[in-house]
């Protein structure tokens, strides 16, 4: 139960993570994109810009040594350079046949005037068209504007470069500043999430601690109910639902208490009415009465067997408290004896106290054991025991009887089913309720009844508990399932219960 909350909370905090997660990458990878289109456009429009300088410079200046036009395009360009100094991050190189002249003031993240292959780029390009480059400093947008002074037959070109990854940097530091602020968000909204998610489901909580309290002990335990909201509507819904199992079950009570008494009383008066008849075991009439006497004997038996079954369901069905294995086993051993004249033993008791009801666990070795003398004969043995095994409590009954066939072993255990051959033994006076009320008991306890081919020969019943809240005395741990009999004070060796 446990898990299953701290699930639904996890579940919970995880989506709130997913969508904060999904609503900060989305502007932050956004913004990036947008930046990025922004500052290429605004690096084309520089260029540009560039561009059009050196196209007014060379219409309306002048030469400042001669006062006359410029005479050459490297002239033009070296005057060019000294008085329009580039943007951050640009450069401004001239050519002139091929070869790299002049270079703009300042400092560069890379000469790429001083890179024969850029160089040699450049000296191809026809056109004045715009385009990326990849450098040591990273992404380069650049433009090459050939120069052409009347006279001049040089081929002279100005190359206009911006590095780009470098405009970057400043916007890529603000990226990294948005994704720490997103994960310092993530952090502080997935706590708040955490306790936000925790108080929304401690209504839900109290409603399943109140239900494990309720299938425990009785149908007396309401919830509190505070406030008009949906919690408030859904803890008034179980109170009014626990109203109607608590009805339902009192009915079900007085019905079964009625249903007990109307059955037992004439049971009761025949019985009565018969023993003021004549005793005589030789007469008509003795032999009449002896064989109504067994008719009662069943008849009531099979009434306790029916109410029992009816009671199972009901919240009040077990008392649980700390029970000592070994007292369990030996007083059933001890009570048994009285079912038929076998051989009792005891083949091995857990030295261990557990929490469970120890008078229906009882009741249910009981019905084994009667199972087990009305399949055998006198002189078999029967033999009872316990062990703790892997945090689980068993407890069997063996015999050395015909056993149970494998295609019975899953059924004897349902109400009134017969048997095929391996059960044929049953008496008359059996109607298939003895292991059902064992089955009950067992999975009262969450726990599980089967049966199997016992070692010797014969058939082992063995009813599987959880061992709940096991201590020991003298000793400490679980016991090896096929160790029977080792060690002294974790069980008692096939040792005689009777004679």
């Given at each position: 139960m446990l898990r299953r909350s701290n699930s639904a909370r996890s579940r919970?905090?995880?989506?709130?993570?997913?969508?904060?997660?999904?609503?900060?990458?989305?502007?932050?990878?956004?913004?990036?994109?947008?930046?990025?289109?922004?500052?290429?456009?605004?690096?084309?429009?520089?260029?540009?810009?560039?561009?059009?300088?050196?196209?007014?410079?060379?219409?309306?200046?002048?030469?400042?040594?001669?006062?006359?036009?410029?005479?050459?395009?490297?002239?033009l360009l070296t005057a060019f350079m000294a008085i329009h100094?580039?943007?951050?991050?640009?450069?401004?190189?001239?050519?002139?046949?091929?070869?790299?002249?002049?270079r703009s003031p300042g400092p560069a993240p890379a000469r790429l005037d001083q890179d024969p292959a850029v160089v040699a780029l450049m000296a191809r390009t026809t056109d004045t068209r715009i385009r990326w480059l990849d450098s040591p400093a990273g992404k380069v947008r650049y433009g090459v504007i050939p120069v052409h002074i009347a006279g001049d037959n040089t081929d002279t070109r100005l190359v206009l470069l911006t590095f780009r990854d470098q405009e970057l940097s400043q916007e890529r530091h603000m990226a990294r500043l948005l994704l720490l602020s997103g994960c310092l968000a993530l952090l502080v909204a997935g706590l708040a999430s955490w306790l936000v998610a925790g108080r929304v489901l401690a209504p839900i909580r109290l409603v399943r601690q109140t239900a494990e309290?309720?299938?425990?002990?009785?149908?007396t335990q309401r919830l509190p109910v505070r406030g008009s909201d949906d919690v408030a509507a859904l803890a008034e819904?179980?109170?009014?639902?626990?109203?109607?199992?608590?009805?339902?079950?009192?009915?079900q009570r007085q019905f079964l208490d009625e249903v007990a008494h109307e059955l037992r009383t004439p049971i009761t008066v025949l019985r009565g009415h018969l023993e003021l008849m004549d005793e005589?075991?030789?007469?008509?009439?003795?032999?009449?009465?002896?064989?109504?006497?067994?008719?009662?004997?069943?008849?009531?038996?099979?009434?306790?067997?029916?109410?029992?079954?009816a009671r199972a369901e009901r919240p009040d069905f077990l008392t649980l408290g700390q029970t000592s294995l070994t007292d369990l086993v030996v007083d059933a051993t001890a009570k048994a004896q009285a079912l038929g004249p076998r051989r009792w033993t005891v083949a091995e008791v857990a030295d261990v106290s557990v929490h469970l009801d120890e008078q229906r666990v009882t009741q249910a070795l009981m019905q084994l054991a009667a199972n087990a003398v009305s399949h055998?004969?006198?002189?078999?043995?029967?033999?009872?025991?316990?062990?703790?095994?892997?945090?689980?409590?068993?407890?069997?009954?063996?015999?050395?009887?015909?056993?149970?066939?494998?295609?019975?072993?899953?059924?004897?255990?349902?109400?009134?089913?017969?048997?095929?051959?391996?059960?044929?033994?049953?008496?008359?006076?059996?109607?298939?309720?003895?292991?059902?009320?064992?089955?009950?008991i067992?999975?009262?306890?969450?726990?599980?009844?089967?049966?199997?081919?016992?070692?010797?020969?014969?058939?082992?019943?063995?009813?599987?508990?959880?061992?709940?809240?096991?201590?020991?005395?003298?000793?400490?741990?679980?016991?090896?399932?096929?160790?029977?009999?080792?060690?002294?004070?974790?069980?008692?060796?096939?040792?005689?219960?009777a004679p």
């Open positions: 919970i905090v995880g989506w709130m993570l997913l969508l904060l997660s999904a609503a900060l990458a989305v502007p932050t990878v956004g913004i990036t994109i947008v930046w990025q289109a922004e500052l290429d456009r605004q690096i084309d429009e520089q260029l540009l810009s560039e561009a059009a300088k050196l196209r007014g410079f060379a219409r309306s200046s002048r030469d400042p040594h001669t006062g006359e036009r410029f005479t050459s395009g490297a002239r100094r580039p943007e951050h991050n640009a450069v401004f190189f001239s050519l002139v046949d091929g070869r790299a002249d002049r309290r309720i299938s425990e002990t009785d149908l819904t179980f109170n009014h639902m626990l109203d109607r199992l608590s009805g339902a079950f009192t009915a005589d075991p030789d007469s008509q009439r003795g032999q009449t009465q002896a064989l109504l006497f067994d008719e009662l004997d069943r008849m009531r038996r099979i009434v306790d067997d029916l109410l029992l079954l055998t004969s006198e002189g078999d043995t029967i033999e009872l025991g316990s062990r703790l095994w892997r945090g689980r409590v068993l407890l069997w009954v063996a015999d050395t009887g015909p056993g149970v066939a494998p295609e019975d072993r899953e059924q004897i255990f349902q109400s009134f089913y017969q048997g095929g051959t391996a059960l044929s033994s049953r008496p008359a006076n059996g109607i298939g309720l003895g292991l059902a009320l064992v089955r009950e067992a999975q009262a306890h969450d726990g599980s009844a089967r049966a199997e081919d016992a070692p010797g020969g014969g058939a082992r019943f063995v009813i599987d508990l959880p061992a709940l809240h096991p201590s020991t005395e003298g000793t400490h741990g679980e016991q090896d399932p096929d160790s029977r009999g080792r060690g002294k004070n974790r069980c008692l060796r096939r040792k005689r219960a």
